[in-house]
Nanobody, 125 residues
Framework: QVQLVESGGGSVQAGGSLRLSCVAS?????????MGWFRQVLGKEREGVAA???????RYTDSVKDRFTISKDNAKNTLYLQMNSLKPEDTAMYYC??????????????????WGQGTQVSVSS
């Protein structure tokens, strides 16, 4: 059974940086799948932030382009999200997810079937 565990969240001031990690266990086919980062604020829909599709192409939602970078280390079964120039509006619970998709569809939650428990990111002004 595949499990995803996120870490690296925390509280930072605006302009600061954080790096989120997501370790996958219970799988030996990690490299074959698409991986994504999503975020959710209480009362709002889950939003796709960044994704690496099955062809290793990356996608970002417009609000994080040029600030966030998604990467994947297949040897360590680990997904990363480097977040720079953080803004208060980036405050949310961040989730990683595993799926099988291509292109912009990889920013949609419906493309994913396995989810982590989330890590909280809080950015103060």
């Amino acid at each position: 059974q595949v499990q995803l565990v996120e870490s690296g969240g925390g509280s930072v001031q605006a302009g600061g940086s954080l790096r989120l990690s997501c370790v996958a266990s219970g799988t030996n086919t990690y490299a074959r799948y698409s991986m994504g980062w999503f975020r959710q604020v209480l009362g709002k829909e889950r939003e796709g932030v960044a994704a690496i599709d099955t062809g290793s192409s990356t996608r970002y939602t417009d609000s994080v382009k040029d600030r966030f970078t998604i990467s994947k280390d297949n040897a360590k079964n680990t997904l990363y999200l480097q977040m720079n120039s953080l803004k208060p509006e980036d405050t949310a619970m961040y989730y990683c997810a595993r799926g099988y998709c291509f292109g912009d569809y990889c920013l949609h939650p419906a493309a994913y079937s396995v989810w982590g428990q989330g890590t909280q990111v809080s950015v103060s002004s």
